[in-house]
């Protein structure tokens, strides 16, 4: 019954290819947020949402985009994958902004 | 450069020990967040603090609040294998995206 899932959990993909990661959600809340995650770095924001077709950059944003169509998804893509983008990747999800953050499990991507 | 610098990155300690984790900040906070994360999952909200000065107990766990709201910590008592994990600083610098800190993995050996 958890309230957010990321899909796929794991993926391999190689240099230069395209990728997707979706995030759902249940709870209805308004923002939707992407980060990754890296040792030593912590987890830093890639893109949020704050509403339906609503999208903002965060401080690594460079070679993703993201989308929201319905209030439920959050996509992340990445546009031509490359090395510096193995990563684990969360989706969170908040009602109020920033405060109280739920976490989806994570998509762990490697590229090759 | 993290806006909010965690130490230490590792604690190992035994059972039963004490351990304080610290998160501190030249921005102020209107909130401080604390999660734990275990390996394979995503991190999970153990307490938000508000108020500068604020002391918040969640059974042997004690989370702080400094009184700028700049800084934070977080103290274990009587540690537990249990209490093995990823801990998490994060606060919002503007109003509706957390900041994390890197982090600080706490090891309790049995």
């Known amino acids: 019954d958890a309230g957010i899932t990321q899909s796929p959990r794991h993926k391999v993909t190689e240099t230069g290819t395209p990728v997707t990661l979706r995030c759902h959600q249940t709870e209805n809340h308004r923002y939707m947020y992407w980060y990754r995650q890296d040792p030593g770095h912590g987890l830093r924001l890639i893109h949020y949402?704050?509403?339906?077709?609503?999208?903002d950059k965060g401080e690594v944003s460079d070679g993703y985009s993201v989308s929201r169509s319905k209030t439920e998804d959050f996509l992340l893509t990445l546009e031509s994958a490359t090395s510096s983008q193995t990563s684990v990747y969360f989706c969170?999800?908040?009602?109020?902004?920033?405060?109280?953050?739920?976490f989806g499990s994570g998509t762990r991507l490697t590229v090759v | 450069t993290q806006l909010l610098e965690q130490s230490p990155q590792f604690l190992s300690i035994q059972e039963g020990e004490n351990l304080t984790v610290y998160c501190n900040s030249s921005?102020?906070?209107?909130?401080l967040q604390w999660y734990r994360q275990e390996p394979g999952e995503g991190p999970v909200l153990l307490v938000t603090v508000v108020t500068g000065g604020e002391v918040k107990k969640l059974k042997r766990l004690t989370f702080q609040f400094g009184d700028a709201r700049k800084d934070s910590s977080l103290h274990i008592t009587a540690a537990q294998p249990g209490d093995t994990g990823l801990y998490l600083c994060a606060g919002d610098p503007n109003d509706y995206k957390l900041s994390f800190g890197a982090g600080t993995t706490v090891t309790v050996r049995a």
């Open positions: 921005s102020v906070f209107s909130s």
């Open positions: 949402s704050y509403g339906v077709k609503d999208t």
């Open positions: 969170a999800i908040s009602g109020t902004g920033g405060k109280g953050y739920t």
